[in-house]
């Protein structure tokens, strides 16, 4: 009876019939005054949100955040979003799936994976100054960076979605540095590293993901300067020497526009390119996420992240290159 | 021979004669192939500019910045900015003036007074940690927070001009908390300490200010925040505990807005309170200089620092009310 | 049994239990086809709102604006917005409360306190012209001048807030003049006094505030502008001698940009001063009710007048200091 | 010797041999340090600029602007801006022309023609209060209406221009009053006589023209309305009674935007109508010069009261249709 | 039984009886559970909504677009925004209306009006090469120009809609070019005649309007401006020779501003006045019906593209003036 | 005598001696009424320009733009600006270098070289509509494509400049393909080499470039577009068919927004990529010569099309890691 098709694997109007993770669960009141559960659902697909009408105190007590359900539904749009109309809906028993972390949606590299790319990289951070602060606060934030979502929702919502997000930026970073040689390699690295890094302070952690006091009085970018700077002390570095500069300088402009909160723009070559690969990677995460949802030949629903654009899903059928 | 009239006090057309510091002096190319020097004279009433034609290699050498001369010419307006002519110049000789500082434009309050005021202040402080990371970094800063401008240009651009910004803003700050009681005053006045103490390192020194690499990588709101975290670790204190946090933000916020440069906007009354009294004390320095070098009956150049608005000086004699 | 309790002192889930006066009550129909009540309470401790379900027609017919009820229920949030759970409703009887001015929110100075300090401020405006055109338009809109509300929401949004405002105004002025002494004292005062004075022919009144056509096709900045023109002839002066043009000028510039509706940027420094006064006050107040409602360690819900931003209470406990 | 050719009739490097008006003259000093004049040369033909360099004394006294002189030169261009390079310049003497009148630029209809087109169309504002308003406001600034240009500089910027401005919106107005039948063509008419009456108020008059302090400090859109509500007294009108708010509408929204200065948006269709025909007429008059000015087959220099666009003047050869 | 009133000729809480059409038909679920349809009903009086409650199956497959019903209910408003309380709804039966095409609204001009007006102004367009790319192009669009709307929504979203609009454009520009004689009238009107031509391709046809992908992915201006340089080689022109692109620069800049769709701004005078005739013909009809379907005394909803401004509609009561 | 060492290799101060070809050559008035030409000299290092004073009537007939002459002076700065003050010019005579094609700049790729790069990528063009549409327009332009500069000035504006931006457009594209599987590659690529392909009409050619009229009316975006369209006829396609649209929408959106002159925005995931790439490759070629011409530990000029920001080339010495 158990499904193995996944929660994002069905059709509109398709019948569901899955076992999944509760993400969250909102009690509200109806217009009529009755209450009902507002949930989303998660397994490793993706998410997506149902509502439990007329919901009785013992079911406001079961169906909450954190708890693997069965579900049977159907597939259905409302107002161009995805939902599941629910049919109906239990907790799992004796012999049925119970482990939340199964149903998390992660990185799709292993972490021992990612620690290797980031060791790897470290090794052609040549400038000693940059590397002892990447190692620094790296060992500081280690666990956090290996876990953390990069978002608390759009690209890289997923856990150990920082560090495969800091990774995708460095496989860019690698090919740029490979065709424009002047470029300076070990400082795109070093920044390329430390840009988010701050995310570890600014949100909760790995799962049910909220802002911290910290995160929303100061942000990230401003909250990793400060641990950089404080770093340097022990490490006996002048936090207002030149190479220190360019390293902070590289974080703290990296969003481009003061208006987008960084309280610097780039005025080195590698920030403005650092800028430019971060929102590169972000957005091409985004779409994947949004067009894979779409159906061919229809508009998605609107990005906010991304202007509130809709894009579209070609039906035309295209052999891809052979690309040794 | 020489005058007790000084720069500013002469009405266009007037002959001039008053010994001057040159502030400035650049060699510049006339465009029939001739050098000239294009001076800025200065002294305590403000400064102006003037230009030096057909200057030999020997004047070159002579009008440099930071030497005293005397000067004939005639006040004049190029293009609503005032200027002088240059009838004669030299440096000035035995007897005569030598001594830059007389020239230098200074705060309306000595540095005793100023540090008495700012220490009396600290009194009020009456939360612990804030009053301690403001003994702490005051002591750090305390010679240049006594002694630079405010600015490159425009506002409180004179010495000490930093120190006395800060003291108005805390007398508003005081009329304020006296009429609303509800505010925070401690908090208040540790942020307006603070905040824009990230200029001694923003700014090179007092006199021939430039920005340092540190300000143009980085820029004083961030420059003093990373000091303040650094100072936690000797002091014991947890950068990310809430008062901790609200003294950063209520610097890290006081530009107001993320165009301005303020990576945060103010999330507390008292950092919204601190961005507006910034703002109203800078603005009337502002237009007091610049009216006050206007004609009564006329309208002043633009003022680029205010969206470049023009500003009038009326006619109308106004008798001033008693307010004792 | 009745609640010496106001309606903003009920923490969220605890059960209310209080008269209050119904503010507004719209009749609308829910989405199952049934008709429910919106309703508005009010009393001196503020507003909040509700909804009766399953309303009958007598239900209707009582429960409309101006009514003072018994109101029994639980305090919640419904999306960061506090609203009631109405549990039990009822018109008040014979031996209750009755009379809606009581449960009416007013400005925090009684009337004659009001009335004394606008007739001292106005000693001071020694420059004549000045002076006679303030007792003109003051004499005329008087008594909507002491009793309108500042606006139909936002600051100052109750009984008497007109005048309020208009005298926080003052005091602030006074405040800066004492401190900057350049600034033309007379032509401040006057400025501020009659700024918002257009509001009285704006607004409909104190009670249930709506604008009125002049206040929609015309708005307050121009109506007193015109008032005051008009109000020339009898006084035997020239709208466009200076010292008129002057006044007019710190009315009709006060908004600041001419986005927010004034024909004219300020343009003298008084006028300047008094459109940052009038936002410095118009924020504490917008402000102190926000934070006031908030819980400690939250963020307020989102304040549309202050660009949609959030602000934090903090549990940070700090003893003010003595400022006498 | 004297040309009957007028100065914008010469081509690119041809020799210049004319009478014409020194519409201004501004002594500067050049940057070898000697003087000359900046001329603006004036004819009905339109203006143009030219350097005067090496000025004696006496041609400082001779060459101000109101004289008529003649004028020997080439026509050049100057980065795209036209001017004449002057070869000889003199004051015309006996027998020659000496009356500046005949070379200012006129409106192309005479004053009676105006005025009885005017007159025409107040017999169409069959509603009263308009009508009694628009009479009354004509009266007071009659001559001033027929004489003053309708801008200091861009569109209309000649003797009788706002008069001949109005009349050609109100041209417009009819033309499409008799193709949309629903608007109200009484309030239309009414709204476009006064739209821009406070000119007559704002500017210094028909000559070197500036801007009045009344104009800087106030406004033409505010000053009328000021007029308008000081003549409702004698009409025994009230200034907020419907029709008359209607027209002060009309008037005070006619520039669209708050941007631009109107203190309101249009909220009437008529309104709309009106600021859309204000702008219509406004841009061809200004392009029918520009593009006039420009060789065939070439771009205009920028138009800055038109977001600096610059417009093509095609080569093209089109035979105009008959359109009887 | 049959009413003789249509739709918008009812008064708010007037008894509703009529026969119309079901412009659309939505089937949504209600907050308790239960579906409804949501349907928008048309006559040639316009179109308004109301909401079926409690839906059967068989209402569902019944009530669909394209059907006609009769209709009986209450004329209510719904937070502004008109609609019908539904009392009881019927497919009409034998007898009663049954033809969806009686109940479209559909330009006020005829077909043979409108192509006999068309075929008028093409005799006027003198310029050969002009002549022969507007008969090419309507010759191959002709049936979709007289039958398409304008728009999907908002102004001329009616049946010959698009065509009716094109007219009233040319009615405009034949009254700017007998004003203002410098104008070339034949690049304006052939520029009029195709400017809007591309909707024939960007939308779906004359009923139930959507989108064509070629719309969402291209755009009209630019659709139309391919099938120009498309039909330019079987007429033996050349793209890039300068009268075509003349005709092709005023369609492409007819939108204005890069902001609103136009690749280029308008740089030729005739393209300016294109672009501003399309707006003024666009809000007047706009207005017409927004204003006509508010009450006197009222101002209308939020015109969502006029910048979200309320228009007014005044109870001052206006005799016409005779305009022969 | 004649120099090895190139323009772009003197210091500030130094002496310089090279031969060089003259770039442009204006002649101007100086304020002194004397003539002078403005000259730009160029070598394949680069650009710099010069004034030669008190030019007499043969050294205006000698010096002009397409001339190789030798130049003796001093590298200077102009108000940050590089200059050289020139000592002594003269034109090459017989045994000196004469052809101007040798100081050319142009792409640091053989057209060979780059002829093949684009071959092979046309083979990874697998979807054939795409693949005949690219062969087609590039058999149509290849000359022009092969040697205009990608802009007349900024990035890439050297001879071959456009064919070698798209190949490293190109270089970028596969390494995103190879780093993000689920993009299109034939499309994006098909994409990338079109682009630009517009410019081959929207400038006037390899030399003293200029933008032709279909530049300034159409632009190049557009026509690009136009030529596709006018191509689908001899291919038999259907310009509306999905597979042409998608490919015209890559075209038409490249610009990213409409400010920018696209007139619709990236709707397809390829297309927000290619308008990335091209940013990213256009920002680093300009910032590689930006920085390379500024001496390290100074701030650049202003870089206009990077929103004037200055950017800062560091003194830290960085070894580059292996990167094989």
């Known amino acids: 009876m158990a499904a193995t098709k996944q929660l994002m694997d069905y059709d509109v109007d398709e019948a569901v019939d899955v076992f999944a993770l509760l993400k969250s669960a909102d009690v509200r009141t109806a217009k009529n005054g009755k209450q009902y559960i507002a949930l989303v659902f998660e397994d490793q697909s993706g998410e997506i949100s149902g509502k439990y009408w007329d919901a009785s105190a013992e079911d406001v007590k079961n169906y909450v955040a954190g708890r693997v359900i069965h579900l049977q539904g ?47 990289t470290i090794f052609e951070i040549t400038q000693p100054t940059w590397n002892r602060l990447v190692r620094k606060l790296l060992a500081e934030f280690q666990d956090q960076f290996f876990t953390f979502p ?119 070559r590698e920030a403005d390119v650092l800028h430019q690969l971060d929102e590169l990677d972000a957005s091409i995460m985004m779409l994947d996420t949004v067009v894979g949802h779409t159906e061919p030949g229809e508009f998605s629903e609107r990005v906010f992240a991304m202007d509130g654009r809709r894009f579209y899903r070609p039906t035309t059928d295209t052999p891809q290159p052979k690309t040794d």
Chains 1, 2, 3, 4, 5, 6 share one sequence.
Do not use: W
Not at 182 to 190: F, G
């Open 150 to 268: 990069a978002a608390k929702s759009n690209h890289h919502a997923f856990q150990g979605g920082l560090a495969f997000h800091t990774i995708s930026i460095l496989k860019l970073a690698h090919s740029v540095v490979a065709q424009y040689s002047d470029l300076n390699a070990p400082l795109l690295y070093a920044g390329a590293i430390l840009h988010d890094l701050g995310k570890t302070i600014e949100l909760s952690g790995p799962k049910s993901t909220t802002y911290t006091l910290a995160g929303n009085l100061i942000g990230h970018i401003v909250l990793i300067d400060g641990e950089l700077v404080r770093a340097c002390d022990p490490l006996k570095l002048d936090p207002q020497a030149e190479d220190v500069l360019l390293l902070r300088h590289m974080i703290l402009s990296h969003h481009g526009l003061l208006e987008y909160g960084s309280p610097v723009r780039p005025a080195l």
């Open 74 to 120: 159907k597939r259905e749009n409302y107002q161009t979003h995805p939902q599941i109309k629910i049919f109906h809906l239990r907790l799992t028993g004796p012999g049925e799936p119970a482990d939340p972390d199964q149903f998390i949606e992660r990185a799709p590299m292993s972490r021992t994976e990612m620690e290797e790319y980031i060791n790897q």
